[in-house]
């Protein structure tokens, strides 16, 4: 591969790639495939990316459909200057439905076409041949379809005959640029984490791995995430919006295009969160948005300017206005004109803003631009090609180290024990009774404190989905459930699970037992958090620990921790004078004793130790009691690599 000058497309300009890259689409991969299926051990490639790698939440092209993102990626700017904004617009002079999967519709010029005319070679491999003409346009290059080579294309084999046809093309001729795009089968019938989604992971994942290990350096991304459209009974939930404005204005005022419908209907049935309505008379505009934007299940209905403005959009092929759905709801024409029947599975889609942040993922370092504030999926050639550290070997190669605490299995069985035992009597430690009872002038100092702790959290968890580590007899659930969208609560002890369910009922909490030093997330929540937990994790399980809290967490999401300062009075009459030696011993109610782990940390030291990991945020004292922190989730997990661990252990 000769040096070459940089290349200009689109008004952006490339540099020469040093190395082959590599961009491949994950068609509807929202993080939390990607997380499941490293957190159930079956993608060691993935998970060492998300570990070790560049890992930034990306913002997909809106609408949030397959072609538009394909197209945005291989141009690298937005629908409003390539023009594929769907499947489908409106044709206003002959006012028929156009479908745009002809190359005759694409605007602007690909990056691989423009390498391939400056002499470089290029690969692109796609799952649908629909999707095969736009990308080949002005190619000179290998552009295939896994469709037009024979395979299924309602099958998830088709993605990993795409995947596997790039590994063998990259081991073989060293394509300088390569562009691989997966269809979204599996995930629209399969949720995250379910054993056919990891399934289908696990095949991606041994792909990625291969085209790792050729050289090149390769980005991950996606052309949108995925939502389940449904009730809680598995029904879909759809908006009729022809129905609904015929009913509104009279047949024939108004037409109404969903730019998801194409020829895979066993997919979704046509039925997507985004849809265009063009008006016969605009003036209607100022009527129709209002009414709409005040029906439950929309996110959004934007005028065609605004609409235009806000997400990019070529303004001859979109709607007089726009529509887009919530999480949980597509939009539909006429009942009549989708057949549900063809759907194999409860409806799963995209379309909307709901399915816009897709993960952007990265095998080498990368040196980001400080103009960079946002990524958007439609960036990843830029990324490869300009930001790359192509001299630095992959993250992969920085190890997948899984790392156990040594020695502390007994304890740890020990430690278990006595808290379960412990559940009917744990409140009293709590509330400052029994053994526990210091005095009036005690309690009110302990409960001024913790209402000071409640004040801040509160705030923090509302409206949010949280996932509750070690949640013990539910005197926290509880204060969570005032304000939180939703809890899953969970704990190694049964005992202390259904004290937490008698004592408030929410339909709000989940609860789920598993032990916390080896389970793996199975959900991704906006807010960890755990109290009075942090100090019965060994050290030597530290880090592995935050990296648990590091997987069940969003991109942005918080980790919030309350824990024990160190202090004697907090701890039983008939305890033994608490000491910093790492464990203690503890006596039951009935007068059996356990040792157990007990770490105390002393705030800005424990503050300094998660940042230097990654985390951002603080850990303060409440005063005399507690200690309480507010930890925002890094970027990338460096927490558990294998020279913090070894150091880690070193230490302890
Ligand atoms: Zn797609």
């Known amino acids: ?81 390539h023009g594929i904004a769907g499947n489908f617009f409106l044709d206003r002079e002959t006012n028929r439905a156009v479908m745009m999967n002809d190359p005759c519709f694409l605007r602007a010029d690909t990056i691989p076409a423009a390498f391939a005319r400056a002499g470089a070679k290029v690969v692109i491999i796609t799952a649908k041949e629909k999707l095969r003409r736009l990308l080949s346009a002005g190619l000179d290059g290998l552009c295939v379809s896994a469709e037009n080579e024979g395979q299924p294309v309602y099958s998830s084999i088709l993605s990993e005959h795409v995947l596997r046809r790039g590994a063998e093309l990259m081991a073989s001729t060293a394509p ?159 009942p009549h004109e989708h057949d549900l029947s063809v759907l194999r ?4 889609s995209h379309g909307g803003l709901a399915e816009r942040e897709v993960p952007i993922l990265f095998n080498r370092r990368i040196r980001l631009p400080s103009q960079v504030k946002r990524f958007k999926n439609y960036d990843a050639f830029w990324f490869a090609l300009n930001c790359a550290d192509d001299k630095s070997d992959s993250v992969r190669l920085a190890g997948s180290g899984e790392g156990k605490g040594p020695g502390d299995d007994h304890l740890i069985r020990q430690q278990l ?28 100092e302990w409960f001024n404190e913790i209402a000071a702790i409640e004040s801040t959290l509160s705030p923090i968890v509302a409206g949010k989905e949280v996932l509750e580590l070690a949640c013990g007899t539910g ?30 009922q929410s339909h709000k909490v989940e609860y789920y037992v598993a032990d916390v030093f080896s389970w793996k997330p199975t959900i991704i929540a906006d807010v960890v958090f755990f109290s009075f937990w942090l100090s019965h994790v060994p050290p030597t399980r530290f880090e592995e620990f935050w990296y648990t809290v590091f997987c069940a967490l969003k991109p942005g999401g918080v980790a919030f921790f309350i824990d024990s300062l160190f202090e004697p009075t907090s701890t039983a009459v008939d305890h033994a004078q608490i000491n910093n030696s790492g464990v203690v011993r503890r006596k039951l109610n009935d007068g059996r004793e356990f040792e157990i782990v007990k770490m105390f940390y002393e705030p800005s030291a424990l503050q300094h130790r998660l940042i230097e990991s990654g985390w951002k945020g603080w850990v303060r004292s409440s005063g005399k009691f507690f200690l309480y922190g507010l930890m925002t989730r890094p970027e990338t997990s460096e927490s558990s690599s294998p020279s913090h661990q070894q150091r880690e252990s070193a230490d302890s």
């Not at 599975?345 to 799963?348: A, E, G, K, M, T």
């Not at 808290?419 to 430690?429: G, L, S, V």
């Not at 509880?478 to 004592?503: F, G, H, Q, T, Y």
């Open 1 to 81: 591969m000769s040096r070459q000058c940089p290349i200009a497309v689109n008004g952006r300009e490339y540099q020469w790639p040093r190395r082959p890259v590599v961009v491949t689409c994950l068609d509807g991969s929202s993080f939390e495939y990607l997380f499941h299926a490293a957190a159930a051990g079956v993608a060691p490639f993935l998970r060492s990316l998300l570990k070790n790698g560049f890992v930034r939440a990306a913002e997909s092209a809106i609408p949030s459909f397959t072609n538009p993102n394909n197209l945005s990626i291989v141009t690298g700017v937005p629908p409003s200057r």
């Open 176 to 334: 300088d640029l390569m562009y691989l795009s997966t269809s979204d089968y599996v995930q629209h019938l399969f949720p995250p984490g379910s054993s056919e989604a990891n399934q289908f992971y696990a095949a991606i994942d041994e792909q990625l791995a291969h085209l790792d290990r050729s050289g090149a350096t390769l980005v991950i991304t996606a052309d949108h995430g995925m939502s389940a459209k449904t009730d809680p009974d598995g029904r879909p939930r759809i908006i009729f919006l022809q129905q609904l404005l015929d009913a509104w204005l009279g047949t024939g005022n108004t037409r109404v295009i969903l730019p998801i419908t194409d020829p895979y209907v066993a997919h979704h049935g046509s039925l997507g969160s985004f849809a265009c309505i063009y008006l016969e008379d605009r003036s209607l505009t100022a009527e129709i948005v209002p009414r709409l934007s005040s029906l439950p299940g929309l996110d959004l209905v934007l005028e065609h300017d605004i609409a235009c403005r806000q997400f990019e959009l070529p303004e001859d092929r979109t709607g007089d206005i726009i529509v887009c759905a919530n999480h949980e709801t597509v939009l539909g024409t006429h």
């Open 345 to 348: 599975s409860p409806l799963r």
């Open 417 to 444: 024990g006595y808290y379960r035992a412990r559940a009917p009597e744990y409140d009293q430690w709590f509330l400052r009774q029994g053994r526990y009872d210091r005095g009036p002038k005690h309690r009110a």
């Open 475 to 504: 005197l926290w659930t509880e204060v969570l459930a005032k304000s939180c969208k939703r809890i899953l609560a969970v704990d190694a002890a049964p005992e202390m699970l259904s004290i937490n369910e008698r004592r408030f």
